[in-house]
């Protein structure tokens, strides 16, 4: 079964937009959170990653909140551009077991 | 370009024939990771490694799935006897630590006819 579960499946968003994209888990023992971009007929690259003790981390247009009371965690992409139209996977992991569990994905279509 | 390296990026083949994918890590990369990538998909793991030693293996990895990673460097993934079932992407990973972030090769694509 899926442990991290990511919404929505897909959205579209004008060019300077906010995306957000939301994922939620249930294993209290995840303690590492890495968001990969993934264009087509490419592997996922690491976009940003968030450990449990803080609540939020940016880089540059991209934001990774986190609620550790809710299990959930979410991406901000501000001032969206048409070159950020790609798929985004939340994952999540275990400190000792190393082994990535991601979402199924969100395709961002940003027009401009 | 010291990136994760997959061959080939596509493999094509008639059901029942065995097929090979290599993948090579970042240098100096200790652990090396297989996931497979069905369409719509994240990836799923498949197992990994720490240097030469393949310490787990996911339960979607088959009988007929094998990795390996001799001498500790490259990977091979073979699939025998492949099914309709096993066309999908398959990613390599390699990390410096267990704990450091994983990065990813482009992937094989792999077509069951």
């Known amino acids: 079964q899926q442990q991290v579960k990511q919404s929505p499946q897909s959205l579209i968003v004008q060019k300077g937009g906010i995306s957000i994209i939301n994922c939620a888990y249930e294993n209290t023992a995840f303690d590492y959170f890495p968001w990969y971009q993934q264009f087509p007929g490419k592997g996922p690259a690491l976009l940003i990653a968030?450990?449990?003790?803080?609540s939020e981390k940016k880089e540059g247009r991209f934001t990774i909140s986190f609620n550790k009371s809710a299990k959930q965690f979410s991406l901000h992409i501000m001032d969206s551009q048409p070159g950020d139209s790609a798929t985004y996977f939340c994952?999540?992991?275990?400190?000792?077991?190393?082994?990535?569990?991601f979402g199924a994905g969100t395709t961002v279509t940003v027009r401009a | 370009d010291t990136g994760v390296s997959q061959n080939p990026r596509h493999k094509i083949t008639k059901r029942g024939q065995n097929v090979t994918f290599r993948c090579d890590p970042i240098s100096e990369h200790n652990r090396l990771y297989w996931y497979r990538q069905t369409l719509g998909q994240g990836p799923e793991f498949l197992t990994y490694f720490q240097n030469e030693a393949q310490l787990e293996k996911s339960r979607l990895l088959s009988d007929r799935f094998s990795a390996e990673r001799p001498k500790g460097s490259f990977s091979t993934l073979e699939i025998q006897r492949t099914e309709q079932g096993d066309s999908a992407m398959y990613l390599c990973?390699?990390?410096?630590?267990?704990?450091?972030?994983?990065?990813f090769g482009d992937g094989t694509r792999l077509s069951i006819l």
């Open positions: 994952a999540a992991r275990v400190s000792n077991d190393y082994k990535l569990s």
């Open positions: 990973a390699s990390s410096l630590y267990g704990n450091q972030p994983q990065h």
């Open positions: 968030i450990r449990p003790d803080v």
